[in-house]
Structures are given as C-alpha cells and as structure tokens.
C-alpha cells in the first residue's frame, strides 16, 4: 500500500466516524442569581465578562483567565444584588428621581471628565466609552442616581 492510499483511508475512515457525532447543543441560558424576580443570566454575565477581558485586551495571563473570570462573575453578582436592592428599597420609600438630581449628577460627572485634557466631554462621549454599549451605561447612569 503507498503513501496516497493510506492518507485516503485514514481521511475515509475520521470522515465516517465524525458522521455518527451529534452536534453539541446550544447551551441553555440559565439564571446566575434572582433578585425580587429579576433574573441575572449566565449569557449577561458571560458577555460582560468578555466586554471586560477585551478592555483588559491582553493583559491577563492566559493562566489566570479562570480565576479572573470567577472574580469578574462573583463581582458582576454582587452588583447585580446591590443594584436591585437599593432601587427596591427607593421605591418602597417613594424616593423619586427628579430632573434636578440628574442634572446635579451629570454636572459631577463632565466636571470630573474635563480634568482630564483628552477626557470626553458629553455624556454621550462618556456612555459611547463603556465596554457594555452606550445605552446600557445610560440606563445603569440613571439608576446610579
């Protein structure tokens, strides 16, 4: 037997023996942790943590990706948590975020920013330099207030 019939066969043969394996399933989306109903799932914590890792663009060490990637998820959780604790309990107190309080907040915000020379200079800048997309940073701004 040559060379050639010997690659046609063992290429035969992984062609025939890949035929019979199932394709992986897609994985099912599944909530990490609840807060009075409101669910935090595997597929937002996984996209944030890939958003993180490219602002970080390498700087990781490919050995301690996982530890980071725990640290970011127990991290992630935690806000989660504390973010939807503190808007239940402003609503149960009836605090209500007025056009002032924003207007005070944004203000904070942009005097901060143009300390810095190349720092932007809107709040539209500021929301379009988040990792997770500028319209998750303006309903996170708002909440925040």
């Known amino acids: 037997m040559n060379i050639k019939m ?19 399933a897609p994985k099912a989306d599944k909530a ?14 996984d996209g944030d943590i890939a958003a993180i890792e490219k602002m ?8 301690r990706k996982d530890e980071f990637r725990k640290s970011m998820q127990g991290r992630l959780v935690q806000t989660f948590i504390m973010q939807k604790l503190l808007l239940a309990e ?15 907040r944004e203000d904070a915000i942009l005097a901060q920013a143009k300390k810095s020379p ?20 303006r309903a996170e701004f708002r909440d925040s207030v």
């Open 6 to 24: 010997i690659g046609a066969a063992v290429l035969a043969g992984a062609m025939v023996a890949g035929c019979g394996e199932k394709p992986e």
């Open 32 to 45: 990490v942790f609840a807060v009075n109903g409101e669910k935090l799932m595997q597929s937002r914590v």
């Open 90 to 104: 402003a609503k149960a107190r009836g605090i209500v975020l007025t056009d002032a309080d924003l207007k005070e």
């Open 118 to 137: 190349k720092g932007p200079k809107t709040l539209d800048e500021i929301f379009q330099q988040n990792p997770f997309g500028a319209e998750r940073a």
């Open 56 to 63: 970080y663009d390498g700087q990781i060490p490919a050995a």
